[in-house]
């Protein structure tokens, strides 16, 4: 579903990617981590159209999404979350589920004539705040309205940016179902980024490492976790033989 090749970032002196390849099927759940400014919010921020490349393609589907902006990727099924939460903090609950299913009954109307905002806001445990300010809500609320608004656009890319920070071991739990549920039901391709590699381990089939805007390994989690530079990365410390 995605196909990601030779994507390069730079800001100012610092290169956040460099050479970047990746790919994500359909039902599948890849884990995208890596120690902090490795680049993998600047990945997401490059396959949402959030930022522009310096070089290569994001081709989803087929169809090259590059290079066009935010709201041509959002049309064309790349639904996200931020690390920074990003709401409609002024618009209610529902409101904010409203704004991504009008633009989903535009591009795919045979999708969005699936999506119920009850069902959704029920699902994410959010019905009874639904008409309040979105901003008013409190922190672990609003992270599952960004995961619950980014589904009412019925996605073919969900991308993650972090969504169990802050949560506590039960709150990843009930997380975790959550986007297994996601995988079920949309079957979307979906990328995960958490620095909590117990939540990553337990959700993710494949696992791709980032160090320094480059991928450093990417493979099943045995793979992953076999390999003397990823142990590197994560320890600070070189491993011999
Ligand atoms: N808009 C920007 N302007 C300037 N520098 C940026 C910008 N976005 C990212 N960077 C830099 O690019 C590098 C990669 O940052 P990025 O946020 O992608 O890392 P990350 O892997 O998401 O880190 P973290 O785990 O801390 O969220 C860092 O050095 C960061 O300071
Ligand atoms: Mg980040």
Redesign the pocket.
Known sequence: MLKIEAVTKS??G?R?LANVDLSCESGEILGLI??????????VNAISGV?KLDEGSVKLGGQNIAGHGAEFCARAGVARTF?NIRLFKELTVRQNIEVALITCAKVRPHIASKINIDTLLEEYNLLHFSDVPAGTLAYGNQRRLEIARALALGPKLLLLD?PAAGMNEAESEVLTVAIENIRRNVGCATIV?D?DLQFINKLCDRLCV?DQ?RVIKSGDRTEVWADARVIEVYTGRPIEN
Do not use: D, T
């Open positions: 800001f100012g610092v956040a890596g120690p902090n400014g490795a680049g993998k919010s600047s990945l930022i690390q972090e980024i620095h980032m805007g």
